[in-house]
Structures are given as C-alpha cells and as structure tokens.
C-alpha cells in the first residue's frame, strides 16, 4: 500500500509545476506597468535634494532681533535663490550639507550676530519606475537602481531609495504573489548571495531581519515548491495523478 501512494504523491508533485504556473502566469500578464509614488518619511543624513524640494529657513540678525522667514524652492536646475545671498546650488546634497553651505553663504553677508535654522518642509513626489516605463530622474546626476524579480506582480528595475529595506521594494513591486516562497528570498550583491527570511520580516514583524537594499542589489523570490491555486486545482491534480497511476503503474 505504502509503494502505490507514493507513486501518487511522486505524479502530484510533478503536475503541480504545470498546473500553478499557468495559473500564476495569467496573472502577473494582466498587471500594466505604470509609475509608483513614495510617501514614505525623509531621513535627512540619506535624502539628496532636487528639483521640486520646498525648504523653509529663518534667520534673526543682530541685537534688533530682526527676523526673516524664507520659502525656498529648489528649481529644476538644483538651485535656490536666497534673497541678499543669491543663488545656490543644492542638487545632490543632504539636508545637513545645504544648511551648513547656506550658514557660510549668509555670513559672507551679515557680519551681526544671528541664528539660522533650515529645514526641508515639503519633499518633491519620489517616483520609482519599472523597466520599459517613461525613464525621468530623480534629480540631475547618477541614477542607481535595484532590480526585483520573481514571484512579485510587478517585476523588474526600480530606482534607488537611499535607507529603504528589503520589505519596501517587495511593496513597489506589488508585494509577494499567493504562490512566493518568502521564507528562502534572496538578495545577490556584487556576486555575493544572501538569504533571507521574508516571510518572517512581513508576517512575523521581525525588522532585525530586514536588510538595508543598497544600489545594484537583485532581490529574488522565488515558488513555492508545492502550491495549488484553490481546492479545485488540487482536487483536480489528485484525480489526474490517480489516473495517471491507474494507467501506468497498475
């Protein structure tokens, strides 16, 4: 008895590539490809400004306590004009670098005592894109990018966010299909292979585990090595295997 029923499991398996793949292909096929936007918040020692960024400064000179509150924006040039300083350029710098590179602009103006605090009060609209879409930077410069694979809805090369994980890129592309084997996800950097456990970081909540995605990473997801679609694609794959077993192996 115990030959005949492996004989069957042995005929599920191998019919379970070709039932849930087809299934799963017509799926994925009818997902457009289209442009995604971040909301996500800005870490300001990794966020590069760029064209579209609104900024905000205040400055209080002199024993007068005369104070001047500034909206900046940064124009598609990278640059901002700060009245009686002139024009600056921000493109690819950091909060941190912006503010100290305007503190030494305005005291090669106001030679009074003053205090100056600068912040960033409305990021521009983060664009990540998939590969064949309408390709736009994110600012003027080097563009980097992250390429998701496998089993996620939406696969393909996604620009670079410097500081987001693992579990952000999974999100823009889809999140994982009903058929992804999250538990042995890979991500391949610079020849090197690792593996992690994706399951555990998105249903378990274990963010130890989440790793930080850095430019020209390949993360990979793979199947299920056993899936059915529904009850009625496994019932199915039963009542064929046992057919099959009725033919051949009887």
């Known amino acids: ?34 442009d995604y936007f971040v909301g996500d918040s800005i870490v300001e020692k990794d966020y590069k400004l760029g064209p579209g960024d609104q900024l ?16 900046l924006n940064v ?17 690819g710098k950091i909060i941190p670098e912006a503010k100290k ?4 602009r305005i005291k090669e103006i106001y030679k009074e005592e003053y205090t100056f605090s600068f912040r960033l009060v409305k990021p521009r609209q983060i664009q990540i894109y998939l590969t064949g879409s309408e390709d736009k930077p994110l600012y003027i410069g080097e563009k980097k990018f992250v390429s998701v694979y496998g089993e996620v809805p939406r696969s393909g090369r996604f620009e670079y966010l410097p500081g987001k994980r693992f579990t952000d890129y999974i999100s ?8 992804a084997n999250l538990s042995v996800a890979t991500i391949t ?20 585990k989440d790793m930080v ?4 990473d390949v993360i990979n997801i793979p199947a299920q090595f056993i899936y059915f679609t529904d009850l009625g694609s496994f019932a199915t794959t039963v009542f064929t295997a046992l057919a099959l077993y009725n033919t051949f192996v009887k």
């Open 56 to 71: 905000e400064a205040n400055l209080i000179v002199g024993n007068n306590a005369l104070a001047l509150d500034y909206d």
């Open 172 to 179: 823009y592309a889809g999140g994982p299909t009903p058929r």
């Open 189 to 208: 950097r610079q020849n090197r292979k690792y593996y992690i456990n994706g399951s555990d970081v998105i249903f378990n909540g274990n963010t130890s």
């Open 75 to 91: 124009g598609p040039d990278g640059k901002i004009f700060f009245p009686k300083v002139g024009e600056i350029d921000l493109l």
């Open 1 to 34: 008895m115990i030959k005949p029923i492996a004989h069957v499991l042995l005929l599920i398996l191998a019919l379970n590539f070709a039932v849930p793949a087809f299934a799963q292909s017509q799926s994925i096929a009818s997902v457009p490809a289209s």
């Open 101 to 104: 590179l305007i503190d030494e």
């Open 213 to 216: 995605i850095e430019p020209g």
